[in-house]
């Protein structure tokens, strides 16, 4: 657990669109899923994660509904709204870009400059 | 972000707050459980499994506090808590807020009651459909210094032939008319008019009909609308008299319609009983034909989409016209015309905006005082600020909160100041003088209403801004340090406050300065001589009907006989018979020209105010005889013509001759010039207004000037009311249906002739007394707070040697040194606004000596009186009690 990365400052809400574009989550599977699929790598404040949540539903990325959890309890479900899809795919495309010129960056040689 | 889920998401929030917080309880809920059965799943032992899922979590509140701020719902809910948290700190310091609530109450209220006259007089719309159209017009001879008169039947009706710029113009005048037949004579508030008055002002009939154009031409049937006043409290609101025919001065009038109570015709007097045709009334029947008299007065409205300018052009090119067409008679007279509403309330707006702008100041200083009350507390509670922004308060949390503690406040004013201006509202309509247009409607309402609230939120905020700010911006530090104890104020909030104070002190000066040039002015007009002695005098008016009395033989036999019969009576000797009277009738300005002297060059007309008067006028009303003979009973009809002058006639017209025996030639009507021999020379009479310097005057004996009625003037050391009851008698005995009007006795004349002022000067005063007792409490609440932070200071001074004396001393000069700075400001102000009330004074200067040094005086012993017990208290200091808590 002490290898475990701080999350990037407002990566969190893409995190978040991502995990619920697989299919609908409750908040406590929403951190399930993004420490799953990180492989433990991330440390989410889950505090955190639920004013993101709602934040995200106030903008109408996410919508949610009540249901029922695995194991037979009630809880709120989120899901992927349109827009949140397209917001999910435009922040990805500005990551993508991001990434790759923040790595061109780190990869340039004195010769290069 | 789509705006429909940030609605959504707000509706939900405040419409469905409860439920969304219990929504977020489950969710969170849910989410510490779920985490703890992971846990238990991998062997945790239940109680540590939510012990840790609840630590992992991190701070459940904050999470809850940041959700809501997301939802937006933090802004409604903080005020709500704002305004709870404010009602508490109210409630617990009771004094505080009972004074700042009453300062307000009275502040607000004033306002709000002077408003209400402000609004019903200037601001409200006439009651009429598009006031905005409506003009007065009138005539003006400018060579000749006439300003402003009626128009002439003649040009009025070449006026409606001739412009394109009016949709309608009418013309109306009024009168008195007896009603017989129906119990007692009465004279009723006539206003004759032409036909087009009603249409003009889309004035709709509560029954039958308005007046037709045949109604308006001469031989036609007489006839008569009611007012509903009038129809019912006279006619028992009986529908039967439409159709019928009434008696008004002697003569049947068929009554054809009835206008709604609301109904007057603007410029005169809003109680109008019946309108008649012009045509049909006695007087100004007559005056139709005549070229030379300008006596109508004409509304006019505008078409639609045409301009004041435009309008004016176009009457120019009339006037020009009719001038050439009749030179002797139109030769340099010009219409002019102005908005009707600015005419109606002209002389009233000036002093109405003093009073207004006074009334503005009375709250200035009230909130002055309150910021000064806010400051005070805002040290005491410095700790409490310190500290809740040391627990993580955003400042302008603090400032928000602090604001609606004052918003708070100015509301608890406002409702109480709004009950206040209900209750002022109702006596000022009482107070004011009768002669203000639109009175009859001043009243809280809607408008009225929201003015207060808009006061009481821009008070909340003049009030409570600095405090708030200073509150806000607390050293954090230092307060935390000092402790609760009031040892030290910080320097920015000491000033503020004695800013506050001198600010207090300066505008109350101007307030007393404003009320004493006020004051002032009243009493030099109460105690002016007006030339003649209202003592003991009574007047009583008579009018006699003119289709009965229509020859002046007739009214010179009504007059003789009742002058006659009066002197009869014991203790009546002293009667007499004119008209008009001084200041209470409207004067009668006749053009003059001296026989045997050279015209006068143009522009210089000679007139004179003309009173017709019989021989026992000047000993009844005290006027002194200078030189020559008064009028005696040989002066008749038939005996030559003669005049009396005043001596300003007399020193003005005949400077280096002797005036008796110089002829004057002049008459009533005017064009019925005849010489007269000048054989007296009288006082001067103020005889327009207290106010006004006494003008020419000239007198002629009522028997060769007779009229069809006048005012009866007698001298008597009995009762009114027998005095009263015996004219009634002996008018009753020569003609039973003659009713007898406007019964006064001339020091109750001269009285509400000074109405206005006296009703300006006393509110003015009330408001000045009101700022001087503000402006004490603001000065005392300074100085003994300031004491009470410098009891320690004393304790040592008392303990060095000070004597008490000498403390008291130091507390009266801080005093003073407020009060100081006050005064020099609020004499510049004062000087500076003195200026615009000179027209308004009379008989004293705007920068009165007496009334600046005076009102400056007034303020110091003020301040001096509300310094008297914190520096009573600062000598009683026991430096041994005060060194103690060391």
């Known amino acids: 657990m002490d290898k475990q990365l701080d999350l990037l400052q407002g990566t969190l809400d893409m995190l978040i669109l991502k995990a619920v574009s697989l299919g609908p989550l409750h908040g406590y599977g929403v951190l399930l899923r993004i420490q799953q699929i990180s492989g433990n790598c991330l440390e989410i404040q889950q505090g955190s994660l639920y004013p993101a949540l709602y934040r995200l539903e106030h903008q109408g990325w996410l919508t949610s509904e009540w249901g029922e959890s695995e194991n037979k309890r009630k809880a709120k479900f989120y899901r992927l709204t349109a827009a949140g899809r397209r917001r999910l795919q435009s922040e990805t495309e500005k990551w993508n870009r991001m990434t790759d010129v923040i790595a061109a960056i780190l990869h340039s040689k004195p010769e290069e400059v | ?886």
């Not at chain 2, 109604?215 to 006839?223: I, L, N, Q, R, Y």
């Not at chain 2, 700010?469 to 000491?494: H, I, M, V, Y």
């Not at chain 2, 060769?704 to 009625?709: E, H, I, R, T, V």
């Not at chain 2, 000087?831 to 308004?840: E, I, N, T």
Request: charged letters at 15%; one cysteine or more.
């Open chain 2, 1 to 886: 972000m789509t705006l429909w889920s940030r609605i959504r998401s707000w509706s939900r929030a405040i419409l469905y707050r409860a439920r969304t917080e219990r929504e977020m309880d489950a969710e969170l809920r849910f989410h510490i459980d779920a985490f703890a059965e992971d846990l238990i799943r991998r062997g945790v032992p239940r109680e540590e499994a939510q012990r840790r899922a609840r630590m992992e979590f991190g701070g459940i509140e904050s999470a809850k506090e940041a959700c809501r701020d997301i939802r937006g719902t933090s802004f409604l809910e903080s005020l709500f808590q704002d305004f709870r948290f404010a009602l508490r700190m109210l409630r617990k310091s009771p004094v505080f807020t009972a004074a700042a609530v009453l300062t307000l109450a009275l502040g607000i209220g004033a306002n709000t009651a002077i408003f209400s006259v402000v609004y019903a007089v200037l601001l409200r719309p006439l009651p009429f459909d598009q006031p905005d159209q409506l003009v007065l017009l009138f005539e003006a001879k400018l060579q000749d210094g006439i300003k402003k008169t009626g128009a002439s039947y003649v040009d009025f009706a070449e006026w409606q032939e001739q412009n394109h710029v009016f949709s309608a113009i009418a013309g109306a005048q009024r009168h008195d008319l007896t009603l017989t037949g129906y119990d007692d004579p009465s004279v009723l508030d006539t206003v004759p008019v032409t036909s087009e008055i009603f249409s003009l002002l889309q004035a709709k009939p509560l029954a039958g009909r308005t007046f037709v154009a045949e109604d308006g031409k001469p031989g036609a049937a007489p006839v008569v609308i009611l007012s509903e006043t009038l129809w019912r409290s006279r006619f028992g609101a009986n529908p039967i008299i439409l159709g019928n025919s009434i008696t008004l001065d002697q003569r049947p009038f068929t009554v054809v319609g009835i206008m709604p109570a609301s109904f007057h015709v603007p410029v005169f007097t809003e109680n109008q009983d019946i309108w008649i045709p012009l045509v049909q009334d006695p007087l100004f029947g007559g005056w139709m034909t005549r070229r030379g008299g300008h006596w109508l007065t004409v509304v006019g409205r505008l078409t639609p989409g045409v301009s004041m300018a435009k309008a004016q052009a176009e009457m120019d090119a009339i006037s020009d016209r009719l001038a050439r067409k009749f030179p002797a008679e139109n030769a340099g007279w010009t219409a002019r015309l102005a908005p009707l509403q600015q005419e109606l309330v002209g002389n009233v707006r000036s002093p109405l905006f003093v009073l207004f702008g006074a009334v503005g100041l009375v709250l200035l200083i009230a909130c002055a005082n309150i910021a000064n009350l806010l400051l005070t507390r805002a040290h005491s509670r410095a700790r409490e600020m310190a500290l809740r922004l040391a627990l993580g308060a955003a400042r302008n949390r603090i400032l928000r909160q602090l604001l609606t503690e004052s918003a708070v406040l100015g509301l608890l004013g406002a409702t109480a100041g709004i009950i206040l201006a209900y209750w002022g509202a109702q006596s000022l309509n009482s107070l004011l003088p009768p002669d203000l247009p639109g009175t009859q409607a001043i009243r809280v309402d809607g408008w009225v209403l929201g003015f207060a609230l808009l006061l009481s939120v821009a008070a909340s905020l003049a009030f409570g801004l600095a405090p708030a700010l200073l509150g806000a911006n607390s050293d954090l530090q230092t307060n935390l340090k000092e402790g609760a104890a009031p040892s030290g104020e910080g320097r920015r909030p000491r000033r503020a406050r004695g800013f506050l104070a001198g600010l207090e002190v300066a505008l109350a000066l101007v307030l007393v300065v404003t009320a004493g040039l006020f004051v002032r002015s009243f009493m030099a007009m109460t105690s002016v001589n007006p030339g003649f002695r209202a003592e003991h005098v009574l007047k009583a008016e008579i009018s006699l009907p003119q289709f009965q009395y229509s020859t002046p033989q007739q009214w010179t036999a009504f007059s003789d006989a009742l002058i006659e019969q009066i002197q009869s009576q014991p203790g009546l000797e002293q009667s007499a018979i004119a008209v008009p009277l001084p200041v209470a009738d409207s004067c009668v300005n006749l053009g003059f020209s001296i026989a045997g002297h050279a015209a006068l060059s143009p522009g210089t007309l000679s007139s004179a105010d003309y009173v017709s008067a019989s021989p026992a006028y000047f000993r009844v009303m005290g006027i002194p005889l200078l030189r020559g003979r008064t009028f005696s009973a040989e002066d008749s009809l038939s005996a030559p013509r003669v005049a009396i002058i005043n001596e300003a006639l007399a020193r003005f017209y005949f400077p280096q001759e002797e005036a008796l025996g110089q002829r004057l030639v002049f008459g009533f009507p005017p064009d019925s010039n005849v010489s007269r021999e000048i054989v007296g020379v009288v006082g001067d009479v103020r005889d327009v207004a207290l106010s006004q310097e006494p003008g020419p005057m000239m007198y002629v004996p009522f028997a060769q000037a007779p009229f069809w009625g006048g005012e009866v003037v007698v001298k008597s050391s009995l009762a009114p009311s027998s005095v009263i009851a015996a004219i009634r008698q002996v008018v009753q005995r020569i003609d039973k249906n003659l009713p007898v009007t406007g019964v006064a006795a001339m020091p109750g004349v001269l009285d509400s002739s000074v109405a206005q002022p006296r009703f300006r000067a006393g509110l003015l005063g009330l408001f000045g007394i009101l700022a001087l007792v503000l402006a004490a409490t603001g000065i005392f609440g300074v100085i003994s707070y300031s004491v009470s932070c410098r009891t320690h200071e004393f304790g040592i001074r008392v303990a060095l040697g000070a004597s008490s004396h000498g403390i008291r001393k130091m507390v009266l000069l801080e005093g003073l040194r407020l009060a100081a700075a006050g005064l020099g400001a609020g004499t510049i102000a004062a000087l500076a606004l003195a200026q615009f009330l000179r027209s308004q004074i009379y008989g004293v200067g705007a920068y009165d000596p007496v009334t600046f040094a005076g009102a400056a005086l007034l303020l110091v012993i003020v301040a001096l009186a509300a310094c008297y017990l914190p520096a009573r208290r600062a000598t009683r200091v026991d430096p041994i009690v005060t060194l103690r808590y060391e």
